[in-house]
């Protein structure tokens, strides 16, 4: 199955929980692309000062097993701010990609 997980939020738990679905489905076999939108593009400064909710960590993990991550070009220029190379800027086109070819889209 390909899932697709949509992330706007930029709370640290929020994403962090998101990201972790992602990489358990991927241990489960499924493909998995996440889109971030609005606030979710900033998730690679989300890492809580404890460690409790380490984003990035997962955003490593969730690549390193095939995950593909994408941000919202749009949303990433508002925020004065570029696509990098875990989250590369994209555009309206791929999210719509994410949504029509993944067999189950999950919002967060």
């Not at 929020?14 to 939108?37: C, H, P, Q, S």
């Not at 890492?47 to 490593?60: A, S």
């Amino acid at each position: 199955m390909k899932i697709g997980i949509i992330i706007y939020s930029n709370d640290s738990e929020t994403v962090w929980n998101a990201i972790r679905f992602g990489n358990y489905a991927l241990n489960e076999g499924d493909g998995v692309k996440l889109f971030m939108l609005g606030k979710g593009v900033e998730c690679e400064s989300l890492d809580t000062d404890d460690g409790k909710f380490n984003v990035t960590e997962q955003m490593q993990t969730l690549i390193g097993n095939g995950g593909e991550i994408l941000a919202c070009g749009s949303c990433l220029k508002i925020r004065q701010s570029g696509g990098s190379e875990m989250c590369p800027m994209s555009t309206m086109a791929d999210l719509y990609d994410v949504v029509k070819s993944c067999d189950k889209v999950l919002t967060f």
